[in-house]
């Protein structure tokens, strides 16, 4: 791989002599005069390391930096001044440059410090691109959004119960994505390449079960709302699940429990759905989630439409973190083609709010989350959500937040 510097200086003269010193030590720069000529050099694919003068016409090396690090944090800048300034070395190092050296530097110090960049730019592309090829086979990380605690352990389920083979159940709020959720356990099994086959349970007759196990074969069935499934039919998948070939993956919305309890469903069943159970966990409890997922189904819903995605502002993320989404990820993905066609009616109940108002209630909100993800121990919230504890207790009195109040049994 070509050892690649993009070299910025003003001074022709210096970014000569700084470009013959770089290519007798086998480096290829690339030297421009000016801020201007070097952003379009710069972008998260840029496999080398970027060294620019500090004091420059027009923007300096420090708005270099800035911009840098919008484009890709992980892109090593080093500045190089004249001046021998103390205070702008700090700055320097304090705004994230990765090194500081001052003119005229020897041709030591310079190759010395750019060999440890271009070690940590080749580290970090590489981690990327394993990560990539990572998520590429992983159907969890590829198609499950968010990066709330909850949806990793999600994901982590998901990952297991594709696994196991075995007859799952997947269980969650309406609208919450049961369906989809199966259907990444089945990609994330050995029968992935198998057909995904979905029914509804309602209604089911056994010839259309046997139908939709035969179609099923060296793959899986998922039959949603089992709960619903006839007695009828809950026998022929018996027989169906002895005679094996396919994997069932059963989805449902209700407390399936109750359904076993008052006879509707087969115990025998329940109890082997309930070996491999996957349960997923509502917006409610997570909305540090809803802007992620909003922002998804933004981009999506624009594709569809042939249309440029509208950007969501930060005012916008908070008003939907507000909001309660008791339809869940329908929901949402119905708010966001909405806004995507310029009817975004789902910040009514904020509309007369202002940006203050809003975040409180997003505040509220991921305090309650924290407080349910913790079984109502407040310290464990806090330490969640890096407050200190002094913190988190004025907080939960100025929103009325109780901790036993979220304790289950």
């Known amino acids: 791989m070509a050892k690649r510097v993009l070299l910025v200086d003003d001074d022709a003269a210096v970014r000569e002599a700084l470009s013959q010193t770089l290519e007798l030590h086998d480096y290829t720069p690339e030297a421009v005069g000016s801020f201007v000529q070097a952003k379009d050099l710069i972008s998260s694919a840029f496999d080398g390391v970027i060294v620019s003068d500090i004091r420059m016409p027009g923007r300096d090396g420090f708005h270099l930096l800035d911009y840098t690090r919008g484009i890709d944090p992980d892109l090593p800048v080093i500045l190089l001044t004249g001046e021998g300034d103390v205070p702008m070395a700090v700055r320097a190092m304090s705004d994230g440059a990765f090194g500081f050296l001052e003119k005229p530097c020897s041709p030591r110090d310079l190759t010395a410090v750019v060999d440890r960049a271009l070690s940590m730019r080749a580290m970090v592309l590489e981690n990327r691109r394993m990560k990539e090829q990572a998520e590429a086979s992983d159907p969890a990380a590829r198609l499950i959004f968010g990066r709330s605690a909850l949806v990793d352990a999600l994901r982590a389920q998901v990952r297991v119960a594709g696994r196991a083979g075995t007859e799952a ?28 086959v979905k029914r509804a349970g309602a209604g089911l007759d056994r010839a259309g079960l046997d139908q939709a196990w035969e179609a099923a074969q060296g793959g899986a ?25 396919a994997r069932l993956i059963a989805g449902s919305t209700m407390d399936l429990t109750q359904a076993v309890a008052s006879g509707r469903l087969s115990a025998d069943l329940f109890y082997r759905l309930q070996v491999c159970q996957v349960r997923i966990p509502s917006l409610a409890e997570r909305p540090e989630d809803i802007p992620v997922l909003f922002r998804h189904y933004v981009a999506q819903a624009a594709e569809q439409a042939g249309i440029t995605a509208p950007d969501v502002t930060p005012e916008h993320a908070a008003g939907l973190m507000a909001q309660n989404w008791p339809g869940n990820a ?51 919230a806090a330490k969640a959500l890096k407050l200190p504890r002094k913190t988190m207790y004025d907080k939960l009195a100025k929103y009325g937040l109780k901790p036993e109040s979220f304790k289950r049994d």
């Not at 919450?176 to 057909?195: D, M, N, R, T, Y």
């Open 169 to 196: 159940l997947v269980t969650g709020a309406p609208g919450s994505g049961v369906s989809k959720v199966a259907e990444v356990i089945h990609l994330s099994s050995v029968q992935s390449k198998g057909p995904f």
């Open 221 to 245: 069935l998922f039959l949603d709302e089992v709960g619903q499934l006839p007695n009828d039919t809950q026998l022929a998948l018996a027989d169906a699940l002895e005679r094996g070939g």
């Open 330 to 380: 329908r929901s949402l993905m119905s708010a966001a083609m909405r806004f995507v066609l310029g009817m975004p009616e789902e910040l009514s109940q904020s509309k007369d709010l202002g940006l203050a108002e809003q975040m409180a209630q997003v505040e509220r909100a991921l305090l309650a989350a924290a407080l349910g993800r913790h079984n109502g121990r407040a310290s464990e």
